[in-house]
Protein backbone atom coordinates (compact mmCIF):
# COMPACT_ATOMS: atom_id res chain seq x y z
CA UNK A 1 0.00 0.00 0.00
CA UNK A 2 0.97 3.63 -1.11
CA UNK A 3 2.61 5.76 1.92
CA UNK A 4 0.12 8.34 2.32
CA UNK A 5 2.30 11.88 2.09
CA UNK A 6 2.09 14.67 5.08
CA UNK A 7 -0.12 17.80 3.10
CA UNK A 8 -3.49 18.56 1.80
CA UNK A 9 -4.86 19.43 -1.74
CA UNK A 10 -5.12 23.12 -2.62
CA UNK A 11 -6.04 25.21 -5.77
CA UNK A 12 -3.37 27.70 -7.43
CA UNK A 13 -4.67 31.30 -7.63
CA UNK A 14 -1.56 32.99 -8.95
CA UNK A 15 1.78 32.13 -10.63
CA UNK A 16 4.50 34.22 -10.38
CA UNK A 17 8.41 33.85 -11.59
CA UNK A 18 9.22 32.38 -8.35
CA UNK A 19 6.20 31.56 -6.34
CA UNK A 20 2.88 30.03 -6.21
CA UNK A 21 -0.44 31.71 -4.13
CA UNK A 22 -2.37 28.75 -3.22
CA UNK A 23 -5.41 28.33 -1.58
CA UNK A 24 -6.19 25.19 1.07
CA UNK A 25 -8.84 24.95 2.62
CA UNK A 26 -7.62 26.82 5.86
CA UNK A 27 -5.09 29.20 4.51
CA UNK A 28 -3.37 30.58 1.50
CA UNK A 29 0.04 29.86 1.18
CA UNK A 30 3.09 30.98 -0.63
CA UNK A 31 4.64 27.76 -2.16
CA UNK A 32 7.57 27.20 -4.20
CA UNK A 33 7.79 23.84 -6.33
CA UNK A 34 10.58 21.24 -4.47
CA UNK A 35 12.42 19.33 -7.42
CA UNK A 36 10.55 18.37 -10.32
CA UNK A 37 7.15 17.57 -9.30
CA UNK A 38 4.66 14.97 -10.05
CA UNK A 39 1.61 14.06 -11.59
CA UNK A 40 -0.40 13.01 -14.42
CA UNK A 41 0.08 15.91 -16.65
CA UNK A 42 2.55 15.19 -19.78
CA UNK A 43 6.09 16.37 -19.47
CA UNK A 44 5.60 19.71 -21.19
CA UNK A 45 2.46 20.43 -18.88
CA UNK A 46 4.61 19.54 -15.97
CA UNK A 47 4.65 23.08 -15.02
CA UNK A 48 1.76 24.50 -12.64
CA UNK A 49 -0.63 26.40 -14.10
CA UNK A 50 -3.93 28.85 -12.55
CA UNK A 51 -6.38 26.82 -12.33
CA UNK A 52 -4.29 23.27 -11.09
CA UNK A 53 -5.07 21.47 -7.93
CA UNK A 54 -1.91 20.77 -5.93
CA UNK A 55 -1.16 18.55 -3.16
CA UNK A 56 0.67 20.93 -1.14
CA UNK A 57 2.79 20.29 2.00
CA UNK A 58 2.47 23.29 4.29
CA UNK A 59 5.96 24.53 5.51
CA UNK A 60 5.09 27.19 8.51
CA UNK A 61 1.49 28.90 8.49
CA UNK A 62 1.95 31.00 5.21
CA UNK A 63 3.97 29.06 3.13
CA UNK A 64 4.49 25.63 1.55
CA UNK A 65 5.88 23.28 -0.88
CA UNK A 66 3.92 21.85 -3.63
CA UNK A 67 4.20 18.02 -4.21
CA UNK A 68 2.02 17.45 -6.82
CA UNK A 69 -0.40 18.30 -10.15
CA UNK A 70 -3.64 16.15 -9.63
CA UNK A 71 -5.41 15.74 -13.02
CA UNK A 72 -6.68 18.24 -14.62
CA UNK A 73 -10.13 18.38 -16.15
CA UNK A 74 -10.13 21.21 -19.10
CA UNK A 75 -7.51 23.46 -20.33
CA UNK A 76 -7.64 26.80 -21.97
CA UNK A 77 -4.39 27.15 -24.44
CA UNK A 78 -3.22 29.45 -27.62
CA UNK A 79 -0.69 28.83 -30.21
CA UNK A 80 2.32 30.79 -29.64
CA UNK A 81 4.67 31.35 -33.30
CA UNK A 82 7.67 32.01 -33.80
CA UNK A 83 10.80 29.34 -34.12
CA UNK A 84 8.47 26.50 -33.09
CA UNK A 85 4.87 26.24 -33.48
CA UNK A 86 4.58 25.52 -29.38
CA UNK A 87 1.52 26.14 -27.06
CA UNK A 88 0.95 28.52 -24.59
CA UNK A 89 -1.39 26.65 -21.67
CA UNK A 90 -2.92 29.90 -19.98
CA UNK A 91 -5.22 28.23 -17.95
CA UNK A 92 -6.82 24.72 -16.36
CA UNK A 93 -9.93 23.14 -14.61
CA UNK A 94 -12.37 25.65 -16.27
CA UNK A 95 -15.71 25.33 -16.53
CA UNK A 96 -17.03 27.58 -18.90
CA UNK A 97 -15.67 30.48 -20.61
CA UNK A 98 -17.21 33.89 -20.85
CA UNK A 99 -15.87 35.85 -24.01
CA UNK A 100 -16.76 39.66 -23.36
CA UNK A 101 -16.79 42.11 -26.47
CA UNK A 102 -17.67 45.66 -26.87
CA UNK A 103 -19.42 47.89 -28.95
CA UNK A 104 -16.96 50.40 -29.37
CA UNK A 105 -13.27 51.36 -27.60
CA UNK A 106 -12.60 49.23 -29.16
CA UNK A 107 -15.17 48.06 -32.31
CA UNK A 108 -16.29 44.62 -32.25
CA UNK A 109 -15.09 41.97 -34.28
CA UNK A 110 -17.31 39.27 -34.72
CA UNK A 111 -13.70 37.67 -36.18
CA UNK A 112 -12.04 37.28 -32.55
CA UNK A 113 -15.34 36.53 -30.81
CA UNK A 114 -15.50 33.16 -33.27
CA UNK A 115 -11.68 32.09 -32.88
CA UNK A 116 -12.55 31.82 -29.18
CA UNK A 117 -15.72 30.05 -29.57
CA UNK A 118 -13.48 27.46 -31.65
CA UNK A 119 -11.04 27.52 -28.69
CA UNK A 120 -14.04 26.64 -26.28
CA UNK A 121 -15.81 24.19 -28.70
CA UNK A 122 -12.07 22.32 -29.42
CA UNK A 123 -11.82 22.03 -25.48
CA UNK A 124 -15.32 21.51 -24.73
CA UNK A 125 -16.19 24.29 -22.40
CA UNK A 126 -19.64 26.12 -22.22
CA UNK A 127 -19.53 29.43 -24.05
CA UNK A 128 -21.77 32.88 -23.02
CA UNK A 129 -20.78 36.05 -24.85
CA UNK A 130 -21.36 39.49 -23.38
CA UNK A 131 -21.44 42.35 -25.14
CA UNK A 132 -19.87 45.01 -23.08
CA UNK A 133 -20.28 49.11 -23.03
CA UNK A 134 -23.83 48.65 -24.68
CA UNK A 135 -24.13 52.30 -23.20
CA UNK A 136 -21.99 53.26 -26.38
CA UNK A 137 -24.25 52.30 -28.81
CA UNK A 138 -28.42 51.21 -29.82
CA UNK A 139 -28.99 47.36 -28.76
CA UNK A 140 -31.23 47.44 -31.82
CA UNK A 141 -27.86 47.67 -33.87
CA UNK A 142 -26.62 44.22 -32.92
CA UNK A 143 -30.01 42.25 -32.83
CA UNK A 144 -29.34 40.15 -35.77
CA UNK A 145 -25.83 39.26 -34.52
CA UNK A 146 -27.25 38.27 -31.29
CA UNK A 147 -29.95 36.13 -32.87
CA UNK A 148 -27.75 34.40 -34.97
CA UNK A 149 -25.54 33.22 -32.24
CA UNK A 150 -28.36 32.54 -30.07
CA UNK A 151 -29.78 29.76 -32.76
CA UNK A 152 -26.86 28.20 -32.45
CA UNK A 153 -27.29 27.66 -28.57
CA UNK A 154 -24.85 31.03 -27.58
CA UNK A 155 -26.09 32.95 -24.78
CA UNK A 156 -25.70 36.31 -25.88
CA UNK A 157 -26.24 39.03 -23.33
CA UNK A 158 -25.77 42.94 -23.27
CA UNK A 159 -23.77 44.51 -20.39
CA UNK A 160 -22.53 48.07 -19.17
CA UNK A 161 -19.93 47.82 -16.72
CA UNK A 162 -20.83 51.76 -16.50
CA UNK A 163 -24.57 52.11 -15.70
CA UNK A 164 -24.81 48.33 -14.32
CA UNK A 165 -27.05 47.05 -17.10
CA UNK A 166 -27.08 43.32 -16.99
CA UNK A 167 -24.59 42.73 -14.32
CA UNK A 168 -26.70 40.84 -12.02
CA UNK A 169 -27.19 38.37 -14.62
CA UNK A 170 -23.58 38.65 -15.40
CA UNK A 171 -23.06 37.35 -11.69
CA UNK A 172 -25.59 34.77 -12.20
CA UNK A 173 -23.39 33.10 -14.86
CA UNK A 174 -20.48 33.28 -11.98
CA UNK A 175 -22.03 31.94 -9.04
CA UNK A 176 -20.28 28.15 -8.72
CA UNK A 177 -18.79 27.81 -11.41
CA UNK A 178 -15.16 28.21 -12.21
CA UNK A 179 -15.22 30.72 -15.11
CA UNK A 180 -12.10 32.34 -17.27
CA UNK A 181 -13.09 35.72 -18.64
CA UNK A 182 -11.66 36.24 -22.28
CA UNK A 183 -11.60 39.24 -25.02
CA UNK A 184 -9.45 41.71 -26.78
CA UNK A 185 -7.47 44.59 -24.50
CA UNK A 186 -9.76 46.84 -23.69
CA UNK A 187 -13.32 45.98 -23.60
CA UNK A 188 -13.90 46.20 -19.94
CA UNK A 189 -13.35 43.07 -18.22
CA UNK A 190 -11.49 44.25 -15.12
CA UNK A 191 -14.09 47.20 -14.90
CA UNK A 192 -16.98 43.83 -15.13
CA UNK A 193 -15.12 41.69 -12.30
CA UNK A 194 -14.95 45.32 -10.20
CA UNK A 195 -18.55 46.04 -10.59
CA UNK A 196 -19.46 42.33 -8.89
CA UNK A 197 -16.81 41.98 -6.96
CA UNK A 198 -15.58 45.43 -5.66
CA UNK A 199 -12.67 44.24 -2.97
CA UNK A 200 -10.38 42.92 -5.94
CA UNK A 201 -7.93 44.16 -6.88
CA UNK A 202 -7.43 45.04 -10.28
CA UNK A 203 -6.07 47.92 -12.23
CA UNK A 204 -8.19 49.54 -14.82
CA UNK A 205 -7.10 49.94 -18.59
CA UNK A 206 -7.21 52.97 -20.81
CA UNK A 207 -8.23 53.27 -24.51
CA UNK A 208 -5.28 54.27 -26.47
CA UNK A 209 -6.27 57.69 -27.85
CA UNK A 210 -4.04 56.81 -31.11
CA UNK A 211 -5.05 53.59 -31.79
CA UNK A 212 -8.62 53.41 -30.22
CA UNK A 213 -7.37 49.86 -28.84
CA UNK A 214 -7.16 48.98 -25.11
CA UNK A 215 -4.08 48.67 -22.99
CA UNK A 216 -3.02 46.03 -20.87
CA UNK A 217 -4.14 46.11 -17.83
CA UNK A 218 -3.99 42.29 -16.64
CA UNK A 219 -0.28 41.65 -17.23
CA UNK A 220 -0.79 37.57 -15.79
CA UNK A 221 -3.60 35.06 -15.54
CA UNK A 222 -5.10 35.26 -11.91
CA UNK A 223 -7.63 33.10 -10.42
CA UNK A 224 -10.31 35.05 -7.86
CA UNK A 225 -12.24 33.97 -5.43
CA UNK A 226 -16.01 35.09 -5.37
CA UNK A 227 -17.39 36.20 -2.29
CA UNK A 228 -20.60 34.83 -3.19
CA UNK A 229 -19.57 31.32 -4.58
CA UNK A 230 -17.16 30.32 -7.38
CA UNK A 231 -14.16 31.17 -9.12
CA UNK A 232 -12.99 33.91 -12.12
CA UNK A 233 -10.32 33.82 -14.23
CA UNK A 234 -9.03 37.22 -15.40
CA UNK A 235 -6.73 36.84 -18.44
CA UNK A 236 -4.26 39.24 -19.95
CA UNK A 237 -6.11 40.65 -23.53
CA UNK A 238 -4.78 38.76 -26.37
CA UNK A 239 -4.41 40.78 -29.13
CA UNK A 240 -3.03 37.81 -31.71
CA UNK A 241 -5.32 34.58 -30.66
CA UNK A 242 -3.37 31.54 -31.84
CA UNK A 243 -5.67 28.56 -32.57
CA UNK A 244 -3.35 25.03 -30.94
CA UNK A 245 -3.78 21.80 -32.22
CA UNK A 246 -6.62 23.18 -34.48
CA UNK A 247 -5.42 22.05 -38.21
CA UNK A 248 -7.37 22.95 -41.32
CA UNK A 249 -9.22 19.20 -41.69
CA UNK A 250 -10.88 19.88 -38.22
CA UNK A 251 -12.06 23.40 -38.09
CA UNK A 252 -15.66 22.86 -39.84
CA UNK A 253 -16.23 20.50 -36.94
CA UNK A 254 -16.21 24.28 -34.50
CA UNK A 255 -18.80 25.31 -36.38
CA UNK A 256 -21.78 23.89 -35.06
CA UNK A 257 -23.97 25.24 -38.29
CA UNK A 258 -22.71 23.03 -41.16
CA UNK A 259 -23.19 19.48 -39.45
CA UNK A 260 -26.61 19.46 -40.96
CA UNK A 261 -25.60 20.10 -44.23
CA UNK A 262 -22.44 18.51 -44.52
CA UNK A 263 -24.56 15.36 -45.93
CA UNK A 264 -26.03 17.22 -48.97
CA UNK A 265 -22.19 18.13 -49.85
CA UNK A 266 -21.48 16.73 -53.46
CA UNK A 267 -18.18 15.52 -51.68
CA UNK A 268 -17.49 13.60 -48.53
CA UNK A 269 -14.40 15.96 -47.66
CA UNK A 270 -15.86 19.27 -48.53
CA UNK A 271 -13.91 21.90 -46.99
CA UNK A 272 -16.89 24.43 -47.91
CA UNK A 273 -14.59 26.62 -49.75
CA UNK A 274 -14.76 26.88 -53.37
CA UNK A 275 -15.87 23.07 -53.87
CA UNK A 276 -18.78 22.89 -56.24
CA UNK A 277 -22.42 21.66 -54.98
CA UNK A 278 -21.17 22.60 -51.03
CA UNK A 279 -24.43 23.04 -49.14
CA UNK A 280 -23.03 25.39 -46.80
CA UNK A 281 -21.98 27.35 -49.44
CA UNK A 282 -25.81 27.22 -50.64
CA UNK A 283 -26.86 27.50 -47.28
CA UNK A 284 -24.98 31.31 -46.66
CA UNK A 285 -26.58 32.43 -49.82
CA UNK A 286 -30.15 31.57 -48.96
CA UNK A 287 -29.00 33.26 -45.37
CA UNK A 288 -29.92 30.15 -43.38
CA UNK A 289 -26.18 30.91 -42.39
CA UNK A 290 -24.51 34.18 -41.21
CA UNK A 291 -22.61 35.30 -44.06
CA UNK A 292 -20.21 36.81 -41.26
CA UNK A 293 -19.81 33.62 -39.35
CA UNK A 294 -18.60 32.09 -42.71
CA UNK A 295 -16.38 34.77 -43.71
CA UNK A 296 -14.53 34.47 -39.99
CA UNK A 297 -14.46 30.61 -40.93
CA UNK A 298 -12.87 31.17 -44.11
CA UNK A 299 -10.36 33.76 -42.76
CA UNK A 300 -9.55 31.49 -39.51
CA UNK A 301 -9.17 28.69 -42.15
CA UNK A 302 -6.48 30.63 -44.11
CA UNK A 303 -4.51 30.53 -40.98
CA UNK A 304 -4.29 27.60 -39.77
CA UNK A 305 -1.67 24.87 -40.80
CA UNK A 306 -2.49 21.34 -42.43
CA UNK A 307 -2.42 18.90 -40.07
CA UNK A 308 0.63 16.95 -40.45
CA UNK A 309 0.01 12.98 -41.85
CA UNK A 310 0.69 11.17 -38.72
CA UNK A 311 -1.89 13.28 -37.24
CA UNK A 312 -4.50 12.77 -40.27
CA UNK A 313 -4.57 9.33 -39.30
CA UNK A 314 -4.63 8.80 -35.54
CA UNK A 315 -8.07 11.11 -35.82
Known amino acids: MKEQKSGCIGKVLKSTRNHYLVKTDSAVLKCIVRGRVVGSVSSEHSAVKVGDDVWVEPLSSNEGAIQEILPRRSKLSRAVEGKAYREHLIAVNIDQMIIIVSVKQPEFKSGLLDRYLVIAEKNGLKSIICLNKIDLAE???????????????????????????????????????????????????????????????LKISEISQKTNKGKHSTSYVELFPLSFGGYLIDTPGIRELGLWDIYQNELKQYFMEFAKLEQDCQFNDCRHLKEPGCAVKKAVEKAKISGERYKNYCNIYSDLRAAPYELIKRR
Do not use: N, R
Open 139 to 201: KSIFDETASWYQKLGYPFHYTSALTGEGMEEFKSFLKGKVSVLVGHSGVGKSSMILKIEPAID
